[in-house]
């Protein structure tokens, strides 16, 4: 497939990485010359909303790319901070996140590339691909099955198997996540 995209940005919290997420990620890096894929609540304590770190959900999308039949792409990470209640703090985050990287990737996609934005819009929680205006071109994946799934109901499912059966039972919760 040729890399129509300069860079795609993918956005999410990805907590934890799960086969919707990869689904979009896989379209991103087949497209594109480099993908820069931003982490929400970067910098969050554990909870059960964020039950991992900025590395391990890194670690875990590192990972999962390692296994792909793909060849010749750039995927890039980086945090994302929250900023409850000031959606323009937010966005400037993106923005100066997405700046660094066209410095650092310029010589793979030019000066002036085109910023495309994934991900999969489907309902208020994803609010932010509509957020930026024309600043991005928008590449939205069309929703399959694999997007009714939600990384809340992967972390549910998690943490009912482990209080119900143990650590050791979460086969289910496996078959929503990549295998790596």
């Given at each position: 497939?040729?890399?129509?995209?300069?860079?795609?940005?993918f956005?999410?919290?990805?907590?934890?990485?799960?086969?919707?997420?990869?689904?979009?990620?896989?379209?991103?890096?087949?497209?594109?010359?480099?993908?820069?894929?931003l982490i929400?609540?970067?910098?969050?304590?554990?909870?059960?909303?964020?039950?991992?770190?900025?590395?391990?959900?890194?670690?875990?999308?590192?990972?999962?790319?390692?296994?792909?039949?793909?060849?010749?792409?750039?995927?890039?990470?980086?945090?994302?901070?929250?900023?409850?209640?000031?959606?323009?703090?937010?966005?400037?985050?993106?923005?100066?996140?997405?700046?660094?990287?066209?410095?650092?990737?310029?010589?793979?996609?030019?000066?002036?590339?085109?910023?495309?934005?994934?991900g999969?819009?489907?309902?208020?929680?994803?609010?932010?691909?509509?957020?930026?205006?024309?600043?991005?071109k928008?590449?939205?994946?069309?929703?399959?099955?694999?997007?009714?799934?939600?990384?809340t109901?992967?972390?549910?499912?998690?943490?009912?198997q482990?209080?119900?059966?143990?650590?050791?039972?979460?086969?289910s919760?496996?078959?929503?996540?990549?295998?790596?």
């Amino acid at each position: 497939m040729a890399k129509t995209n300069d860079l795609t940005v993918f956005i999410g919290r990805f907590s934890p990485f799960h086969n919707g997420h990869a689904q979009v990620l896989f379209e991103a890096l087949s497209s594109s010359k480099a993908v820069l894929v931003l982490i929400g609540s970067a910098r969050q304590a554990r909870t059960t909303k964020n039950p991992f770190t900025y590395d391990e959900r890194k670690s875990m999308i590192e990972e999962w790319a390692k296994g792909l039949q793909l060849s010749n792409y750039t995927l890039l990470f980086a945090p994302l901070q929250d900023h409850p209640y000031n959606d323009q703090a937010w966005i400037r985050g993106v923005q100066d996140a997405v700046d660094t990287a066209k410095s650092r990737l310029a010589d793979k996609i030019g000066l002036n590339p085109v910023v495309t934005l994934t991900g999969a819009d489907r309902d208020q929680s994803t609010w932010y691909l509509n957020a930026f205006g024309d600043l991005f071109k928008k590449q939205f994946v069309e929703e399959d099955s694999s997007f009714s799934l939600s990384a809340t109901q992967v972390r549910e499912k998690m943490f009912r198997q482990e209080q119900v059966s143990g650590p050791d039972s979460l086969s289910s919760v496996r078959e929503m996540v990549p295998r790596t």
